[in-house]
Each structure stands twice: as C-alpha cells, then as structure tokens.
C-alpha cells in the first residue's frame, strides 16, 4: 500500500497480527484491515518472537516494520512488568520520533514509551485488550505448577502497580463494556470499541442440528478447566451428542473422550472445518471460568451458528446478552440442552441475530469511531457508547 494516504498513524501491535488465528490478533489484524479500507495508512511496528515476517500485512499497511522482542530472563527481574519490558526497543522510539503521526498502542504491552518525556504532547491511543492484572491473577489461580503459578502472580502485581502509566494515553479504547466501566472509573477519555473481526455477514443455518459442540484452543488451561468441568458435570449423565473440538488437545482429554461413548473428539480443525461444524451444530455451548477480556470465539459463534449457551463469565461486558442463553451450574445447563436441543432456529432467530450484530458489532461503524477517536474529527463520543 503507498504512505500517500490523508491520514496515516504509527501502530504497535505486541505480535505479528497475522495469521490472525487467536483471540488478540484477530482484533489487531482486522482492524488494521479496516482502517486500510477506510483509506488511512498504517505504519505497523511488531514485535516478533516466533511467527515470522509475513508478506499478507504489506498487502493492508503502509509500511511495517519488526523488532525482536527481548525474552531474557533478566527482564523476569526487573519491576517492570515482563509482558512490557521485554518489548521495550530504542530503535522503534527514534522511528516514531521521525514525524508526528499519532501513535496507536496495541495492548498495555507495548506503552513502555509513555513513560518517554520524548512523546510529550504526541496523540497516542491505548487500546486494552484487557484489565492485564487481573487477567493474570485469573492465570496463577488455574496454573498447577508452582513456577509458573508465581510467575503469574508476580507478573499480576506489578501490572496492578504499573497500570497508571495509562494516565499519560491520550485516549483509551476498551474491548468490552465491562473493561469500559474500570477503566473509566480511573482514567480520562476513554471509549467502548468492540472487537474487529472477520465476519461480513451471519451464516446462520435455519433448523436443527443432532449436537452440542465446544470448540476452543484445547492446549490452555482455561479451557482445560471447562472441558472437564462439562464432560464431569453435564455430559456424564446426559444423553445428547457432545463435540469437542479445538488445537492441541492433551492425552487426558483424548483418553476421557474415548470412555464417554457420546462424546467426539475433534482435534486441530483446519478454519473450513472448524466453521463446518461450528454452523452444523444446534447448540454451541461456550463456558469460561475468566471473565475477562472479550472471547472472541463468541463473535464467531454468533456469526456462524445457532443456539449459544453461555455462563455469565463469558459475556464478560460484551454487550450480547440478549443474543445467548445464560445459564450458569450443570444442573440449569443440562436444562437448557434439553429444551434447546427440542427447538428449532428458525430465520426469523436468524434475522434478529443480523440485526444485533449490525448495530454493535460492524467493523465499518466501528472503524469510523475508532478514527475519530484517534485523529479527534469530531471529539463528540468520548464514552458515549457505553
């Protein structure tokens, strides 16, 4: 893309948003791509620890540029959060100190900067991808293995203490409405901006479905505790088809699947798949024990499929209550299956979940916002969508 665009900013993702294939990515990654169809041009700075230069980003960015994020171990020891200081470089401070673009900051992960008296008086947008403390004090009370359980700890208390340096951000942009509300409670200027996403339109398929499906990133121990708590809980005693399905499965979840004659195991989909079964499924049944951030596999489940079941952990401020059955405890769940799984989705379900998802959850209305809020044409939302 040529740098010839009417507006053009700097943004700092703390990944290589592509291939945009997990929670936060995505969110970086689409709405780069939006902004690109808006005509602003996009000066991407990444920091890259694993997945490589991609040539897909030259395609929606003005220019991008990566730098090697510092994963030593002396950065575990420093008072800085880990998650910030190992993405701290010199080299993308002096490229942002070459002109005045507004700079628009992917995660608290990557604000070291503003604590660089250099950036005074420079537009620079936050855009949380969570309240990180207690994202992570949520990680140290799942994780089992004492290292890794301080680690999460330790790393919670210090983004508690560092979190303040968002007083210097001349806006802040939260994911959800919950993270909307702390943030706002604490700081200036922020705004509700939902999740960018890939979904255009609903492909919702009218009728029924024969099962109930989970899908998530099965190598994490968020979902370690929710597949087990669905196949111990609901599913030992109820008869309905149960599909498991998602990335990396662990030995224990493969043995467990096959002793329970209805449950399948559908380990490491390709996207086709995964969607395949998402839409032929007649109840998608999302349960978390965070809440925190917005799951994006919600987005995705209400694009594609039919009946969502939900706790409440999921929702998470996400503003789709009324898109979802929320129910919370085995007993309510195993209720709702029953009820659900005797109903049909009907178009008139389908159209009514169009109407929603175009209200809130538009990335060309969303981008329009977020554009306002970065380049202050006009300064009339702050809050409003809350």
């Not at 790393?155 to 959800?176: D, F, N, P, T």
């Not at 599909?243 to 329970?260: D, F, K, R």
Request: charged content about 20%.
């Amino acid at each position: 893309m040529s740098s010839t665009a009417e507006k053009q900013l700097h943004l700092v993702s703390f990944d290589v948003p592509w291939p945009a294939n997990y929670g936060g990515v995505i969110d970086v990654y689409h709405k780069i791509r939006a902004l690109y169809q808006k005509g602003v041009g996009v000066h991407l700075h990444t920091f890259e620890y694993g997945r490589g230069m991609q040539l897909e980003l030259q395609n929606v960015c003005a220019s991008v540029t990566y730098y090697k994020r510092d994963l030593s171990k002396t950065n575990l020891f420093r008072n800085l959060p880990y998650i910030v200081c190992s993405r701290y470089s010199e080299e993308l401070n002096s490229r942002l100190l070459e002109d005045n673009f507004p700079i628009f900051l992917e995660g608290l992960h990557t604000t070291m900067l503003l604590t660089d008296r250099r950036f005074d008086g420079r537009r620079i947008v936050v855009r949380t991808h969570n309240i990180e403390h207690e994202y992570y004090h949520n990680l140290a009370s799942a994780e089992t293995k004492f290292l890794k359980k301080y680690y999460f700890a330790n790393e919670a208390r210090k983004l508690e203490r560092y979190e303040k340096v968002l007083e210097k951000a001349g806006a802040i942009v939260a994911i959800s409405r919950k993270d909307a509300a702390y943030f706002n409670s604490r700081y200036n200027n922020v705004h509700f901006i939902p999740a960018f996403h890939p979904h255009q339109e609903v492909k919702i398929l009218p009728g029924k479905g024969s099962y109930v499906l989970y899908h998530g990133n099965l190598s994490v121990n968020e979902n370690h505790s929710a597949v087990r708590y669905l196949l111990d809980e609901v599913f030992r005693d109820l008869d309905v088809p149960f599909v498991i399905s998602g990335l990396n499965p662990p030995q224990w979840l493969t043995n467990m699947a096959a002793s329970m004659p209805n449950v399948t195991l559908l380990p490491n989909p390709d996207d086709e798949t995964l969607n395949g079964i998402i839409q032929n499924a007649h109840i998608n049944l999302l349960v978390t024990f965070q809440a925190t951030g917005l799951k994006l596999k919600l987005i995705n489940t209400l694009y594609n499929g039919r009946y969502c079941l939900v706790n409440d952990k999921m929702l998470s401020g996400s503003a789709l209550d009324e898109l979802c059955i929320l129910s919370n405890g085995p007993e309510s769940i195993k209720q709702q299956i029953r009820r659900l799984m005797r109903r049909e989705f009907t178009s008139r379900e389908v159209a009514r979940r169009a109407t929603k998802l175009q209200q809130m959850y538009h990335n060309g209305h969303n981008t329009r916002k977020l554009i306002e809020v970065i380049f202050g044409e006009p300064e009339n939302q702050v809050f409003s969508t809350l």
